[in-house]
């Protein structure tokens, strides 16, 4: 049995191990983990199963904002975003898989989340917008896993394919910093937002 599991299971179960966007989605689901953690922690004390517990908890007031109030805010604060974080803990992560720049990629994602994300006008005679807790938690995860595998692809074919704008040598490096997404370690950046120094390109 074991030999038969070393020889035809643990291979494919290798290959699917190494695959670079299941590996992306671990990694960005375990960037939220902390807040899921912390979230669930507040939302089990808002709700705890205790008679007159949550009568308590909505009578009790600071400065006028009930303890139930408060505790619903932390955990819409920290649960209630772990869609947004998993937008960008993806795509940080399949972006490094490519040598490129993980937090510019992740920053992408995180705008096109935003931007897939509906909003929620509000009544008055100049309405104003916001985004509602409900799309950028659980609910919003299936867009997070989706848009972010895609839009860190799209950024690191730019990037590996030497397709962004390059700034003439007069630009001040700390401006032309921001141009670059390339990894400093794969030696063909002209420059990286996050390097302590500036680094030539390889062709100089």
């Known amino acids: 049995m074991n030999a038969f599991v070393n020889k035809h299971i643990m291979p494919v179960a ?3 191990g190494s695959f670079k966007p299941l590996i992306a989605v671990r990694d960005g ?3 939220a983990m902390p807040l899921i953690i912390v979230g669930s922690l507040f939302m089990i004390i808002n709700s705890f199963p205790v008679a007159g517990w949550s009568d308590w908890l909505s009578k009790t007031a600071v400065h006028g904002i009930s303890l139930a109030q408060i505790l619903a805010k932390i955990t819409n604060g920290s649960f209630g975003i772990m869609g947004l974080i998993a937008a960008f803990g993806i795509a940080w ?4 898989q490519y040598k490129t720049d993980g937090v510019s990629a992740g920053i992408v994602s995180a705008s096109v989340f935003f931007i897939l994300t509906p909003s ?3 009544g008055d005679k100049v309405p104003v917008e916001g985004f509602p807790y409900t799309y950028l938690g659980s609910r919003g995860l299936f867009v997070a896993i989706i848009f972010g ?3 860190a ?3 690191q074919w730019f990037i590996n394919h030497n397709i962004q704008i390059k700034m003439p040598a007069t630009v001040p490096p700390a401006v032309a910093k921001s141009f670059s997404a390339y990894d400093c370690a794969n030696g063909k950046c002209d420059y990286h937002l996050f390097c302590n120094e500036p680094r030539l390109s390889s062709i100089m």
Not at 93 to 96: F, H, I, R
């Open 14 to 16: 290798a290959k699917i």
């Open 29 to 31: 689901i375990a960037m």
């Open 93 to 96: 992560s399949y972006a490094n």
């Open 120 to 122: 929620i006008m509000s």
């Open 149 to 151: 595998l895609l839009s």
């Open 153 to 155: 692809w799209i950024f």
